[in-house]
């Protein structure tokens, strides 16, 4: 056994650089769905489908996300970020041929299984395959632009999709429509393999002060130094289970991420509700995209502005974080959706896509911001698997979601179901934040309060302490007392 020093591998930071371009196009060609804007049409009136029943699918399409969110995340740290996106998006391309093709409820439901595998090798793999990029070349600060901008790219491509899909319904057809996406599919698993896989070890790179886990989940000076000669796990024979236990236990004891994955994570699911409604929400007003081809301009018309919500709360992330901070930044997208979920939960009338899309903008803004927290404050070894959990909370709470508001919608009425959702958003969306602010503000001070420390120790060691450096006038307590003034 070679000693504990053994250098880890060098890597050039320029090999790394052009990793953001290819991503970008990734993310580009994931987001060309274009039969987004019909699927649920699709379910409805091609397969005699109700809301009720679409909620039930959509309920199994997210268990199966709960089921394998994490084992996939812990496959993506231990077998690398760039096969997982690859196989997940060769597994899209599968199911939707399954979808397209399906003339029975169990092959439907088995599209919407295949499709759950698929999403959870996405999740977490291409956000932490895109912080280890940045990170390699020297530029986290950037993280949130560069989530931001892709996944806003992902959504623009989405609007784009939408324009193009009513009016691709009523000339090719539900089916026809469906299956051009699988082949836009293995167009984004080609991009997947162009990526360069950076380095998924923490010994890699060097110690961040203010933003590392806290030394409760820091791996031993043994452990960095196995995973640097052999870039494998330490548990005996059983290296993905280990990387799954790694994570729960990383969210666990890091308090600040433990509270905020949760309140994220819900967040994100409830103020999704009204833009996953807006198709049937239309189709209620009498608009059908088979009438005629100026029908389906207008249906794809008028569910773009939910996607281009989206897109736009993706790519005001970082100038959002920039101007409000961590701590301010999370209460007021809180506030800013429940706001404009207010109309909706009064009127019923096609006006009110406009709040859709306010709402929209809102919970797109929330995902990068809170993966860029999240990813400040996680080792590398687990940093897909920490973000699968992530995924996880959001699958569980997204399959509630699905049962119990779109049954509401189904039975009672729209407003009735956006009027539950946003009792949920101002109760327990407010207690969750609450309990994160509490985590936040105690792990922000005692990291303060560390860094001072560390600061100050080396220069009580050069001199001798004057009167003006004990109590309170001393260098450290400056230190702490500026910092402390930060977000």
Same mark, same amino acid.
């Given at each position: 056994m070679t000693a504990l020093s053994t250098a880890p591998p060098?890597?050039?930071?320029?090999?790394?650089?052009?990793?953001?371009?290819?991503?970008?196009?990734?993310?580009?060609?994931?987001?060309?769905?274009?039969?987004?804007?019909?699927?649920?049409?699709?379910?409805?009136?091609?397969?005699?489908?109700?809301?009720?029943?679409?909620?039930?699918?959509?309920?199994?399409?997210? =268990?199966?996300? !709960?089921?394998?969110? /994490?084992? $996939?995340?812990?496959? &993506?740290?231990?077998?690398?970020?760039? *096969?997982? #996106?690859? =196989?997940?998006? !060769?597994?899209?391309? /599968?199911? $939707?041929?399954?979808? &397209?093709?399906?003339?029975?409820?169990? *092959?439907? #439901?088995?599209?919407?299984?295949?499709?759950?595998?698929?999403? $959870?090798?996405?999740?977490?793999?291409?956000?932490?395959l895109l912080y280890d990029t940045l990170r390699v070349i020297g530029r986290t600060g950037e993280y949130e632009r560069h989530a931001g901008r892709s996944h806003g790219l992902f959504w623009a491509m989405m609007v784009l999709a939408t324009a193009i899909g009513g009016p691709a319904a009523y000339f090719l057809g539900y089916s026809a429509t469906i299956l051009i996406s699988a082949g836009i599919f293995l167009v984004s698993a080609t991009m997947a393999l162009l990526l360069r896989e950076p380095p998924r070890r923490e010994s890699y790179f060097p110690p961040d002060p203010l933003h590392a886990p806290p030394s409760a989940v820091r791996h031993t000076a043994a452990d960095l130094a196995h995973q640097g000669r052999t870039g494998t796990r330490t548990s005996a024979g059983l290296p993905v289970l280990h990387e799954m236990i790694e994570g729960f236990r990383i969210v666990w004891n890091n308090r600040p991420v433990r509270f905020l994955v949760p309140f994220a994570a819900i967040l994100?699911?409830?103020?999704?509700?009204?833009?996953?409604?807006?198709?049937?929400?239309?189709?209620?007003?009498?608009?059908?995209?088979?009438?005629?081809?100026?029908?389906?301009?207008?249906?794809?018309?008028?569910?773009?502005?939910?996607?281009?919500?989206?897109?736009?709360?993706?790519?005001?992330?970082?100038?959002?974080?920039?101007?409000?901070?961590?701590?301010?930044?999370?209460?007021?997208?809180?506030?800013?959706?429940?706001?404009?979920?207010?109309?909706?939960?009064?009127?019923?009338?096609?006006?009110?896509?406009?709040?859709?899309?306010?709402?929209?903008?809102?919970?797109?803004?929330?995902?990068?911001?809170?993966?860029?927290?999240?990813?400040?404050?996680?080792?590398?070894?687990?940093?897909?698997?920490?973000?699968?959990?992530?995924?996880?909370?959001?699958?569980?709470?997204?399959s509630i979601v699905m049962i119990a508001i779109l049954p509401a919608a189904d039975f009672f009425s729209f407003p009735f179901a956006f009027g539950l959702d946003l009792l949920v958003v101002v109760t327990l969306g407010v207690v969750l934040w609450l309990c994160w602010r509490f985590a936040h503000r105690r792990d922000q001070a005692e990291r303060i309060r560390q860094w001072s420390l560390t600061v100050a120790k080396p220069q009580a060691l050069q001199r001798q302490p004057t009167s003006n450096q004990n109590g309170q006038g001393g260098e450290g307590s400056a230190l702490y007392r500026n910092v402390q003034n930060l977000d």
């Open positions: 060098k890597y050039d930071p320029r090999r790394f650089q052009r990793n953001i371009r290819v991503y970008y196009l990734f993310m580009a060609s994931t987001g060309f769905m274009i039969f987004l804007p019909v699927w649920i049409i699709y379910l409805m009136d091609g397969r005699g489908l109700s809301l009720t029943e679409v909620g039930i699918f959509e309920s199994f399409f997210w =268990l199966t996300i !709960i089921i394998g969110e /994490v084992p $996939t995340g812990a496959i &993506a740290d231990r077998f690398g970020r760039r *096969i997982s #996106l690859a =196989l997940g998006a !060769i597994l899209f391309a /599968v199911s $939707t041929v399954i979808f &397209a093709m399906a003339d029975s409820f169990s *092959i439907l #439901l088995g599209s919407y299984l295949v499709m759950g595998v698929a999403m $959870t090798l996405y999740s977490g793999a291409g956000d932490a994100i699911s409830l103020f999704d509700v009204p833009r996953f409604l807006s198709q049937p929400y239309v189709a209620q007003h009498g608009l059908d995209p088979l009438a005629g081809v100026t029908d389906g301009i207008i249906w794809s018309a008028l569910l773009i502005p939910g996607y281009l919500g989206t897109m736009l709360g993706m790519m005001a992330a970082a100038r959002l974080i920039g101007s409000l901070g961590e701590r301010r930044t999370f209460p007021t997208l809180l506030a800013f959706g429940a706001l404009f979920m207010i109309p909706l939960a009064i009127w019923n009338h096609l006006g009110l896509l406009g709040a859709i899309f306010m709402v929209s903008i809102a919970q797109a803004a929330i995902r990068p911001i809170a993966f860029g927290y999240i990813n400040r404050r996680i080792n590398s070894d687990q940093r897909a698997t920490v973000l699968s959990i992530f995924s996880l909370v959001h699958g569980i709470a997204m």
